[in-house]
């Protein structure tokens, strides 16, 4: 089971928070904190495994606090303003929800704390940076199986049946596959599919021009069906 406490200066935020908390079976909820800096304290005298954390607070910001923790317990950015979703996806969030937030997106970002704080467990890992288990996948091509690394994947190309996949360690690479299969191995706080044929790396992308995307001068168009996803996605 894991311990968590949730911190946000709005009331209803909290009371929400703490009756989705009482769904799950697997959570704890140790405290809910209206500031930051009330959490320090709940940190220093209590085992936490997981923080429900707002960003926009007075006196100190989420992303601040987070920065300040030289241990970091897993943590979920709960927020009402989405232009922070890179910044704190940089910082290793397990998850960025957006205010409304439906439950079944909330559960969804708990079972993927749950299995990082399982792998945590098992190998006992000091540092959220070393827990994911999803920091890489392989791909087949030709005859010989790729490992790439999420981080380095710029974006995946869609020809009929094949991916063509780019990125900044190998020359672009076609595999045998569909964009079903590829979208289940990856993390969607780092890749989102913006077209029927492209799916795209958040980290990776310099700039979005009306309808497209430009990734290292490359034009990726944006879908209609997809564009207010992904314009929710950047803060947009």
Known sequence: MMKCI????????LELL???VSKVPNLKLVSCCSNAIEAVSILQNNKIDLIFLDIEMPD???????KSLEAKPLFIFTTAYSHYAIEGFNLN??????KPIPFHRFLKAVNRAQELYSLKKEENLPSIKTL???NFIFVKSDYENIKLNFDDIKYFEGLKDYIKIFSTSHKPILTLSNFKKIEEKLP???FIRVHRSYIVSLKHINSVQRNRILID???IPIGQNYKD????????
Do not use: C, H, N, Q
């Open 6 to 13: 949730i911190i946000d200066d709005e009331p209803l935020a």
């Open 132 to 134: 994911s288990p999803l």
């Open 217 to 219: 001068g490359v034009r």
């Open 93 to 98: 969030a397990v998850d960025y929800l957006v």
């Open 229 to 236: 996803e992904f314009i929710k996605k950047i803060g947009g």
């Open 60 to 66: 100190f910001s989420g992303i601040e606090f987070i």
């Open 188 to 190: 969607d706080d780092i």
């Open 18 to 20: 703490e009756d989705f």
